[in-house]
């Protein structure tokens, strides 16, 4: 399992993978952060798509996901995803920010890509604990994968140190258990 996984550092808007994933806002017409950055570096045409989706499909809430086409991304696809806002831990925020990854995984396999990068959904603006929300995806996308195959690769694209280093202990981990 752990070869599936993988961390890296930087800025996910460079990735050659087929699908990278949006920390994005229920809106769907962006914002800052990774959000921003996905835009700016997609063009117009990404945010031209998102309008699509949104005339038909109206606000994405939190833990849902919703695919575009890329724009001038590597990637083919980006899946659009709103984590939860971190509101003390008692409004359902893990369950959320589990719904997210896993329903960004299953619009992926949906799909038949194979490659994918995740930010880490929830931990910037949105103020989720860090620690806290590097296990919840680990975990998370650890179980999609077990019971799920076309997915070959995925990627946790940190943005900082001590994020990178969050998920590289998890994996870590993983790859000691039996
Ligand atoms: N590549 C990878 N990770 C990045 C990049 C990048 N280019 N830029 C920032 N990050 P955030 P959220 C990291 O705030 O907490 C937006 O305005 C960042 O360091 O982007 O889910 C949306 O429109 C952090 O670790 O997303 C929403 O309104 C992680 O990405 C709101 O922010 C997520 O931080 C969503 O908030």
């Given at each position: 399992m752990e070869q599936r996984m993988q961390v890296l550092q930087g800025d996910i808007t460079t990735l050659d993978v087929d699908v990278i994933v949006n920390a994005a806002n229920s809106s769907l017409l962006g914002g800052g952060g990774v959000d921003g950055a996905i835009h700016r570096a997609a063009g117009p045409a990404l945010l031209e798509a998102?309008?699509?989706?949104?005339q038909q499909q109206g606000e994405c809430p939190p833990g849902h996901a919703v695919i575009t086409t890329a724009g001038n991304l590597k990637a083919k696809a980006v899946i659009h995803t709103v984590g939860p806002v971190w509101r003390g831990g008692e409004e359902n925020e893990a369950r959320l920010l589990e719904d997210a990854?896993?329903?960004?995984?299953?619009l992926a396999d949906a799909n038949g890509y194979a490659t994918l990068a995740f930010p880490a959904i929830s931990t910037g603006v949105y103020g989720y604990p860090k620690a806290a929300a590097a296990e919840i995806a680990v975990n998370t996308v650890s179980d999609y994968l077990t019971h799920h195959s076309l997915l070959r690769q995925i990627y946790f694209v940190c943005y900082d140190d001590e994020t990178a280093r969050l998920y590289q202990r998890l994996l870590t981990q993983q790859g000691d258990d039996p």
């Open positions: 998102c309008r699509q989706v949104r990854y896993r329903n960004s995984l299953k």
